[in-house]
């Protein structure tokens, strides 16, 4: 077929945005994401209050990257049958429970488990929620873009979604 100028893939990108059924889920998705508040300095926290070394540090990475991949496998095996609304909510009430266990880091309480092996599971975990979170997601955009205009609109949402 005919490929639309700029210009109408543009309006058509446009009218797409203000369609409720698109603007509403993107700004959920983007004020989701805002509101997750990372902390930048609990990798320094690990180092120089507990003694983490660059190889503990490095391990807890190892296998936040792990976690992540099975989170995606996760949801694509056993939760793709669930609604993302259901989705979310379950994950952020699983993300408020890892964000309680840092709490309990900082203050010593580790339940007899070494320092790292708490932290391990903590920073792991948060990660393997961002994987099970990411399907739906991706999904949901694809789902949004106009026809003949699928590229330029995902890379639209996708920014939306990681600008946050």
């Given at each position: ?71 995606v496998l996760c949801y694509k095996y056993y939760l ?41 599971g903590d920073d792991a975990f948060a990660e393997f ?36």
């Amino acid at each position: 077929g005919e490929v639309a100028s700029t210009r109408e893939q543009c309006n058509e990108i446009w009218n797409t945005v203000c369609s409720r059924a698109v603007w509403q889920p993107l700004a959920f998705v983007y004020l989701y994401n805002v509101l997750q508040v990372g902390n930048s300095a609990w990798r320094e926290f690990l180092k120089t209050s507990l003694g983490f070394t660059g190889a503990q540090l490095n391990l807890i990475y190892i296998a936040a990257c792990v976690l992540l991949y099975l989170g995606v496998l996760c949801y694509k095996y056993y939760l793709i049958d669930w609604s993302w609304r259901m989705v979310y909510v379950v994950t952020t009430l699983l993300n408020g429970f890892f964000s309680i266990l840092q709490v309990l880091l900082i203050v010593g309480i580790t339940f007899g488990l070494s320092p790292f092996l708490f932290a391990l599971g903590d920073d792991a975990f948060a990660e393997f929620i961002q994987g099970i979170q990411f399907l739906p997601t991706t999904i949901m955009m694809v789902h949004l873009c106009p026809e003949g205009s699928e590229g330029a609109s995902y890379a639209m949402f996708t920014t939306v979604n990681n600008s946050a």
